[in-house]
């Protein structure tokens, strides 16, 4: 069955850089678009950045020019690169993928920006 499970959060500071990875299983990885969403306290879950098979990027407007995502078909895995972190960039990642209509989650990693 298909599985997401998200790695890399942590604790940083304003400024600093962390790296999430996804690793996926239980498809055919290269032929799917990844989406990185998250969720910080209170607040509904929101799109964070795209990567589709070609590749092609997209990013929310918040994150343009500070996250880069990106993907390594040989691992199965998704990647985010987050540089100058916020404090409002405090949230949790969720790696997700749509085959279908079928939305399937991984459990998320914690990123919390703070001095």
């Known amino acids: 069955q298909v599985q997401l499970v998200e790695s890399g959060g942590g604790l940083v500071q304003p400024g600093g850089s962390l790296t999430l990875s996804c690793a996926a299983s239980?498809?055919?990885?290269?032929?799917?678009?990844m989406t990185w969403f998250r969720q910080a306290p209170g607040k509904e879950r929101e799109l964070v950045a795209t990567i589709t098979a070609w590749p092609r990027t997209n990013y929310a407007d918040s994150v343009k020019g500070r996250f880069t995502i990106s993907r390594d078909n040989a691992k199965n895995t998704v990647y985010l690169q987050m540089s100058s972190l916020k404090p409002e960039d405090t949230a949790v990642y969720y790696c997700?993928?749509?085959?279908?209509?079928?939305?399937?989650w991984g459990k998320g990693t914690l990123v919390t920006v703070s001095s």
């Open positions: 239980g498809f055919t990885f290269s032929v799917y678009t």
């Open positions: 997700n993928t749509n085959h279908g209509g079928t939305l399937y």
